[in-house]
């Protein structure tokens, strides 16, 4: 009786770290907008309405998101920093800004981003936040940095320092 008992707790063990091994394996390849599993794809417009499928570069490169509103006080104190990281990682990793245009209008977006000279690339959400829910975007601004292998490394809600920004492209980047 008591080998039985015995026999019956350690087969339970065993079944239990199989599985929770398993479940931990799958982040990897489960999309889900969050650190240690792989990005969700998405596709976006530009301006001029040409359409990104952002799922081309997820997995091929390092890509930084950002969610933004041009009427946002963080969000306008970090783009600053986004413009300068931009200048210096550009080229080593793509950079998605996105607006999801839900409490502005495209204009509106447009002539701040003309007004600060900003050449960074914006996109838009389809003016319902699609991308922004799907990221479980809860306050502007948000950043999402995506190593190579397409995982969420870090998700930073709020405005970041120009040091944090930096850091992190430089991490994605290497």
Known sequence: MARTFISVIILLAFLGGALYVGL?????T???AEVGYRAPSFQVETPTGETLDVGTLIGTQPVFINFF???????R???PHIQEAY??????VAFIILDPLTSESLKDMLDY???EGFT???YIDDNKATVARMYRVGAFPTSFF?????EIVNMQPGAMTKDYLEAMLEQLSK
């Open 24 to 28: 931990n394996q799958s982040t990897a």
């Open 30 to 32: 489960e999309e889900r």
């Open 69 to 75: 509103e041009s009427w946002c006080p963080p969000c």
């Open 77 to 79: 104190a970090e783009m």
């Open 87 to 92: 200048t210096q990682y550009g080229d080593k």
């Open 113 to 115: 981003i003309e007004e």
């Open 120 to 122: 960074f690339p914006v």
């Open 146 to 150: 995506i190593n190579k292998k397409g």
